[in-house]
């Protein structure tokens, strides 16, 4: 079975640009969840999609959206790029919503500011 | 306010037993405890959760006291691969997962 993929791998983008990054869940799951990750602040949570609804969201400015679509893949989009912004953005699929339930990691997508 | 607390990192040679210790003081009655790997440019990799007394799969080990305040993952036999992040989690059902800062886990030939 395939893993969670999450396209692109890299993005190198100017300040005030916006980015759009897109995860595939695995075959049959149908939560997807995005987080960023920088060294400073480690991994923080910025929302989870369940059935094409948003079900949790993390305290990221409105900035930061997402969506699901009906075969599950995510996107997420940030609009005017800060150098903050530069992160690994890691998304997770897993069968249903909730911290309960084992969540499968991607990748994830580095994106650098400049 | 923080859910759980972790070392900030150890370190163990290799063939050592490893004990990594979790204080998740205001643990909710549902809440399960979880924890996940983490390696250098991945994202984190579930290892095992539990809910109380002792689980054991595979790779770790899973202990939780009575009052379920801590829990401690017990990794057997350490190789120089399971130098990682090691995340615990505590929440369930519709809540998300939030991760604290880890511990770095680093391996000494």
């Known amino acids: 079975k395939a893993g969670v993929t999450q396209t692109p791998r890299y993005l190198i983008k100017t300040r005030g640009q916006q980015v759009t990054l897109s995860c595939s869940p695995i075959?049959?799951?149908?939560?997807v969840s995005w987080y960023q990750q920088t060294p400073g602040q480690g991994l923080q949570f910025l929302f989870e999609?369940?059935?094409?609804?948003?079900?949790n969201k993390g305290n990221f400015p409105g900035r930061f959206s997402g969506r699901q679509f009906s075969n599950s893949r995510s996107e997420m989009n940030v609009s005017t790029l800060e150098l903050g912004d530069s992160a690994l953005y890691l998304c997770?699929?897993?069968?249903?919503?909730?911290?309960?339930?084992?969540?499968?990691f991607g990748p994830g997508t580095r994106l650098t500011v400049t | 306010l923080a859910k759980t607390t972790q070392p900030i990192s150890m370190d163990s040679y290799e063939g050592q037993e490893v004990n990594i210790t979790c204080s998740h003081n205001?643990?909710?009655?549902?809440?399960?405890i979880t924890w996940y790997q983490q390696f250098p440019s991945q994202g984190p990799r579930f290892i095992i959760q539990?809910?109380?007394t002792k689980v054991t799969n595979e790779v770790a080990s899973l202990f939780i006291p009575a009052d379920r305040k801590s829990s401690t993952l017990s990794l057997p036999r350490v190789s120089l691969s399971d130098t990682a992040v090691y995340y615990c989690?505590?929440?369930?059902?519709?809540?998300?997962?939030?991760f604290g800062t880890g511990t770095r886990l680093t391996i000494i030939p």
């Open positions: 997770a699929s897993s069968l249903v919503a909730g911290a309960l339930y084992e969540q499968y």
């Open positions: 075959s049959g799951h149908r939560s």
């Open positions: 999609y369940f059935s094409e609804t948003q079900r």
């Open positions: 205001n643990i909710a009655t549902n809440d399960y």
């Open positions: 539990g809910y109380k």
């Open positions: 989690l505590v929440g369930f059902g519709n809540e998300k997962l939030t």
